[in-house]
């Protein structure tokens, strides 16, 4: 259980992202968070593993205060929290099956990683990821020289050579066409249904919601504007949360 308590985040310059947000993500579930651009989604998911350092409130995971914790203890809580990134985060001039391996530097001896050596067993696991993402013919390869779909690809191998409970995806789809969009969320959902990993993931369109969310929470201004089922947006929230003059596509 993931339990987000009174989180305000107030930037440098008195800029607030976050207000006094509250919600809880059971085990297992796919979250989405919606909202316009500059709404407080992205500041949100990196509160949750303090890659952001929340001003106030409270962030439990598994009923341990991750605001608490110390950097010893983050970097342990670190380990079983995947992150996808909108723009991918990838090491471009690194190979592909390198950029994978990232995913173990919370597990192995730090002098080994600094030189890319890592066990058999994780080189093993790293095929794997890649196997299950579609892209293993590409381990090999410059990771620069993959399609921004196949870079997504990588990010999510990235993210399970973690072992992860928890799968933060920021935007994961915003910089991909649709039928690329598609095929990303469905391997998120894959992930979610069948590892029983909870995903939180930050997304612009509705039809994405729709199809791959089972609960919503929506942000607007840095407030939580909305909390519920996808089918339960109807037209008077989806302004409440989108603005009066959007439109709704999907």
């Not at 990838?90 to 990683?113: D, E, F, Q």
């Not at 919503?216 to 504007?225: C, F, R, T």
């Amino acid at each position: 259980m993931l339990e987000i308590k009174n989180v305000s985040k107030t930037y440098d310059g008195g800029v607030q992202a976050l207000k006094n947000v509250s919600f809880n993500a059971p085990k297992g579930e796919f979250l989405a968070v919606i909202g316009l651009s500059g709404s407080g989604k992205s500041t949100l998911l990196r509160c949750i593993n303090r890659l952001i350092e929340p001003t106030a409130g409270q962030i439990l995971w598994n009923g341990e205060d991750i605001t608490a914790a110390s950097p010893e203890e983050m970097r342990r809580i670190r380990r079983r929290i995947g992150m996808v990134f909108q723009h991918f985060n990838l090491v471009h001039r690194s190979k592909v099956i390198t950029n994978v391996l990232a995913g173990r530097l919370g597990y192995v001896n730090p002098a080994w990683s600094l030189v890319n050596r890592f066990p058999k067993t994780d080189m093993e696991k790293a095929m794997q990821q890649l196997e299950r993402v579609g892209i293993a013919d590409k381990y090999n390869q410059r990771a620069d020289a993959l399609s921004g779909g196949q870079q997504q690809r990588v990010g999510i191998a990235r993210a399970l050579m973690q072992d992860p409970e928890i799968i933060l995806a920021d935007e994961p789809v915003a910089s991909l066409d649709p039928v690329l969009a598609h095929s990303i969320m469905k391997h998120l959902e894959d992930i979610n249904k069948k590892d029983g990993v909870t995903v939180l993931c930050s997304l612009h369109f509705l039809d994405l919601v729709h199809a791959y969310a089972d609960r919503v929470v929506a942000l607007n201004e840095g407030e939580l504007v909305f909390e519920g089922l996808p089918q339960e947006i109807d037209d008077a929230k989806f302004k409440e949360i989108y603005g009066r003059d959007a439109e709704r596509v999907g």
